[in-house]
């Protein structure tokens, strides 16, 4: 799978170009496809679903012997950022960031690692692992910290996009007293330290789907 964008860094809309009987898996039902390639939307239980735990919609759209291609883009407006995977180094993600995969490409919510996390059960993280093309959807403009050895940055989770597992990272409350959520990391910042890459994104989703929600008079 190739990915291609364009329309950044407002409205950024990602091509994903399949080879013959590749596959591409994305977080939301295409804009438009070549003709010819198929889509399967995942069941609520089982099926492709399972590789990403019980809270991840997910549908998959396989090319044929010709190839194609599919276009995807995120439901609020900003940039499109792929990550390539190089089966070495994995790759922590928003679970709202998520926007498509390669069908090489394994998302997992229910990752060992994040055990002291959420308990066993799915967080606002996902664990993204083999080889491939990651492509992620950023509310707003895509902000990247590359952090050096020893060097530290302080992350509200509604601005997290994804960061590479190379990097060490701490999870604590933000203020004494506020409502906090280890469902979808309301009230909670990220501590990292370097080395590696943090993606993060300059609007906070959250903020905004309560901004629209409060001035709607519902």
């Given at each position: 799978?190739?990915?291609?964008?364009?329309?950044?860094?407002?409205?950024?809309?990602?091509?994903?170009?399949?080879?013959?009987?590749?596959?591409?898996?994305?977080?939301?039902?295409?804009?438009?496809?070549?003709?010819?390639?198929?889509?399967?939307?995942?069941?609520?239980?089982?099926?492709?679903?399972?590789?990403?735990?019980?809270?991840?919609?997910?549908?998959?759209?396989?090319?044929?012997?010709?190839?194609?291609?599919?276009?995807?883009?995120?439901?609020?407006?900003?940039?499109?950022?792929?990550?390539?995977?190089?089966?070495?180094?994995?790759?922590?993600?928003?679970?709202?960031?998520w926007l498509a995969a390669a069908g090489t490409v394994r998302l997992d919510t229910r990752w060992q690692g994040f055990q002291?996390?959420?308990?066993?059960?799915?967080?606002?993280?996902?664990?993204?692992?083999?080889?491939?093309?990651?492509?992620?959807?950023?509310?707003?403009?895509?902000?990247?910290?590359?952090?050096?050895?020893?060097?530290?940055?302080?992350?509200?989770?509604?601005?997290?996009?994804?960061?590479?597992?190379?990097?060490?990272?701490?999870?604590?409350?933000?203020?004494?007293?506020?409502?906090?959520?280890?469902?979808?990391?309301?009230?909670?910042?990220?501590?990292?330290?370097?080395?590696?890459?943090?993606?993060?994104?300059?609007?906070?989703?959250?903020?905004?789907?309560?901004?629209?929600?409060?001035?709607?008079?519902?």
């Open positions: 799978m190739q990915v291609r964008s364009r329309h950044q860094s407002s409205f950024g809309v990602a091509r994903l170009v399949l080879g013959a009987g590749e596959v591409a898996r994305t977080g939301c039902e295409a804009m438009a496809t070549s003709y010819g390639v198929a889509s399967t939307r995942a069941a609520r239980r089982g099926g492709i679903r399972a590789l990403v735990g019980d809270s991840m919609p997910e549908s998959a759209y396989s090319a044929g012997p010709q190839g194609g291609w599919v276009d995807v883009a995120p439901t609020l407006p900003g940039d499109v950022h792929t990550i390539e995977l190089d089966g070495n180094n994995a790759w922590c993600i928003a679970r709202e960031s002291p996390l959420f308990g066993g059960r799915p967080g606002f993280l996902a664990h993204a692992t083999g080889q491939g093309q990651l492509v992620l959807a950023c509310c707003g403009a895509l902000d990247v910290h590359d952090l050096r050895a020893g060097e530290f940055v302080t992350i509200d989770t509604g601005h997290l996009v994804a960061y590479v597992d190379t990097v060490q990272s701490r999870l604590r409350q933000l203020e004494s007293g506020r409502a906090q959520s280890l469902r979808t990391g309301a009230g909670l910042v990220f501590d990292f330290a370097g080395p590696g890459r943090v993606v993060a994104q300059t609007r906070n989703p959250r903020r905004l789907s309560s901004w629209l929600h409060s001035t709607s008079g519902h």
